[in-house]
C-alpha cells in the first residue's frame, strides 16, 4: 500500500501550518516510498512496453486476455453458468482473435447479478466497492482490488508525461470535489502534499474566479486538472480580466467530461498551451490517451481489450466501446459495454512511434451526447461543433430535447452576446443539421451544473433512443 493512500485518509484534517510542514518532509521520500510497489511495478511495465512492435504487444495482450478468460470461466459464478449456457468451448479460445466467441454483458446483468461477478477466491471484505458517476441516477456498483488505485493513477500518470507532467507536480484542480472548510477563503484550498490548488467549481461567480486567478498567481500550478466545464468558465474569465492571467501552465489535463472540438480550440487559444486528455471510466476496463503528436487516443494495450460493436454486437468501426479489463481478477468483466459510442482511426500508425490501436474520438454516451432529427437519426453533439467565433460570445449552452427534430437550446450568455449571435447560431445549426432540426433559442441567467460538478450539454428526455433507428452521422 502506498504511503500516499494511507496518510491521505487523516492529513486533510491537519492545520494549515502543520500540513506545509507534513507537505515539505514528504517530499524529502524517495518517490518509491511515497507512491509504493503498485504504482512502481506498473510505471516501469508501461515504460519497458510503450514503443513495442504490434506483434510483440498482441503477444502480451493475447497472454493476459487468455489468463482474465480462462480466470473467470473456472472462478466466477456468473461465467461458468453464462457460458455453460452458451456452450462456450474454453477449449477454443486460443488469442483475442476469438473475443467473438463469447456473450457480452451490460450494466443491468451487471447490476441485477453483481455479488455472482466475485472470483471465488476473494471476499467483497476484501475489496474496494466502487459505484459509477449515477449521473444517468442508475449507478452500478462493482468491487475492484485495492491495488487498482494506484495502480491507476501509474496508467493517468504515464499518460500524463507526454505532455511533461511528473508525479511531483502541481496541478490547479477544477473538479467536483468538496473544498475543505476552514481556510481564509471556503472556495479553494491549496494542499502542500498534493501539490493541488483545488477551487470550487460549484460557485464560480465572477468574484470566487477573481480570488482564484489572484491565488494561481501566487501558487503558479503547473498544469491545470479538471472538467472541462469548469476550465471554459475560468478560462471566459480570464478573457475579460484586465491584464489577463500572469501565469503560463505547461498543459490542460482535461478529465471526466467529452470535451467538445470548440472548447479545445477556445480553452487552447485563451491558455496558449495544450488541452490534453485521456479516456476511462470506472469500471477500468479500457483506458487510451492521446500523445505527443496526435489528440487520438492510443489504447493502452495491458489495461484492457478494447472492442467497438455495433447495436447487434459486431464488430464495427463505430459502435459502443466493450472492454474486457485485465487488472481485476478479483470481479473480471469480459466483453463488457459500457455505452460509450467511440470510432476507429482509420490511420493505423501514428507519427510518435506508438503502435497500439487509435481512437479517433469518444463521441460520449447514447443517452446524454446524442439528439435526434426529424427523420429518428441520431445526431452526436460532437458533430455540431458550434464554430470558435460564436463560442465566445456565451459563458455556457445547454441543448434540451423532449422530441424528434426540435431542440430547446438555452444560452448563458458573456457580456459580448447580441441577438445577432443568437441568429447566428440558429442558422449555423440548423444548417448543419441539413434542415432536419429546429433550434429555438432562450437566453437564461445562469446554467447550473450537476451535484457532483460536471456538466451535461444535452438533456435528453425522449426516452430509450438507443432504440431510434438511423446512424448517429449527420
Ligand atoms: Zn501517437
Given amino acids: 500500500m502506498s504511503l500516499i493512500y494511507t496518510v491521505k485518509q487523516n492529513y486533510e484534517k491537519l492545520p494549515a ?10 517530499y524529502r521520500l524517495p518517490l518509491e516510498k511515497r507512491y509504493g510497489s503498485d504504482f512502481n511495478k506498473t510505471t516501469e511495465l508501461l515504460k519497458s512496453t510503450e514503443y513495442l512492435s504490434k506483434e510483440e504487444i498482441d503477444t502480451l495482450v493475447n497472454e493476459r486476455f487468455l489468463y482474465i478468460v480462462q480466470y473467470a470461466a473456472a472462478h466466477v459464478p456468473y461465467y461458468r453458468e453464462k457460458y455453460a449456457e452458451y456452450g462456450v468451448n474454453m477449449d477454443s479460445i486460443h488469442d483475442v482473435r476469438d473475443v467473438v466467441k463469447l456473450p457480452t454483458i451490460d450494466k443491468e446483468e451487471l447490476r441485477s447479478h453483481r455479488d ?10 476484501d475489496l474496494m466497492y466502487i459505484t459509477t458517476s449515477g449521473s444517468t441516477g442508475n449507478p452500478v456498483g462493482f468491487y475492484q482490488k485495492k491495488s487498482m488505485v494506484m495502480t491507476e493513477w501509474a496508467y493517468v500518470m504515464h499518460i500524463w508525461s507526454r505532455v511533461g507532467c511528473k508525479p511531483d507536480s502541481s496541478r490547479l484542480v477544477l473538479r ?4 475543505k472548510a476552514g481556510g481564509n ?11 493541488e490548488l483545488s477551487c470550487d467549481v460549484f460557485n464560480m461567480t465572477e468574484e470566487n474566479l477573481e480570488n482564484y486567478c489572484v491565488v494561481i498567481e501566487k501558487y503558479k500550478p503547473e498544469f491545470v486538472h479538471g472538467y472541462m466545464s469548469a476550465i471554459v468558465m475560468l478560462a471566459k474569465y480570464v478573457e475579460t ?8 501552465f505547461k498543459g490542460i489535463l482535461a478529465v471526466s467530461e467529452n470535451i467538445l472540438q470548440e472548447q479545445r480550440e477556445y480553452v487552447e487559444k485563451v491558455f496558449g498551451t495544450r488541452v490534453f486528455s485521456f479516456y476511462g ?22 489495461y484492457g481489450y478494447c472492442e467497438l460493436l455495433d447495436r447487434n454486437g459486431n464488430p464495427a468501426m463505430e459502435g459502443d466501446i466493450t472492454g474486457t479489463g485485465f487488472l481485476n481478477d478479483a470481479m473480471p468483466l469480459i466483453r463488457y459495454r459500457t455505452g460509450d459510442l467511440a470510432s476507429w482511426s482509420e490511420k493505423e500508425d501514428c507519427k510518435c512511434g506508438r503502435h497500439s490501436l487509435r481512437l479517433a474520438g469518444v463521441q460520449g454516451r447514447w443517452n446524454q451526447d446524442m439528439l435526434v432529427n426529424k427523420e429518428g437519426a441520431l445526431v452526436s453533439l460532437a458533430a ?10 456565451l459563458v455556457r449552452y445547454k441543448l434540451i430535447q423532449s422530441e424528434p427534430g426540435v431542440v ?34 432562450y437566453t437564461v441567467r445562469s446554467i447550473p451544473i450537476m451535484h457532483n460538478g460536471k456538466y451535461r450539454i444535452v438533456e435528453q428526455k425522449i426516452p430509450d433512443i438507443m432504440k431510434i433507428g438511423g446512424g448517429s452521422k449527420l
Fill in 116 to 125: 455472482q461477478f466475485i472470483s471465488d477466491e476473494y471476499r467483497p471484505d
Fill in 176 to 179: 467536483g470535489k468538496k473544498i
Fill in 241 to 248: 480580466r484586465s491584464g489577463g492571467l500572469k501565469h503560463q
Fill in 384 to 393: 455540431l461543433n458550434i464554430h470558435s467565433d460564436e463560442f465566445d460570445h
Fill in 17 to 26: 501550518s502543520l500540513l506545509k510542514i507534513a507537505g515539505a518532509l514528504y
Fill in 408 to 441: 430547446r437550446m438555452e444560452i448563458q450568455p458573456a457580456d459580448s452576446f447580441t441577438n445577432q449571435d443568437a441568429q447566428r447560431i440558429k442558422k449555423l445549426l440548423e444548417q448543419k443539421t441539413g434542415g432536419k432540426m429546429q433550434f429555438n433559442i
Fill in 281 to 302: 471510466h470506472s469500471e477500468r476496463l479500457v483506458m487510451a490517451g492521446e500523445c505527443e503528436k496526435s489528440s487520438m487516443y492510443h489504447v493502452e494495450p495491458l
Fill in 185 to 195: 477563503n471556503p472556495h479553494l484550498f491549496y494542499d502542500p502534499l498534493r501539490r
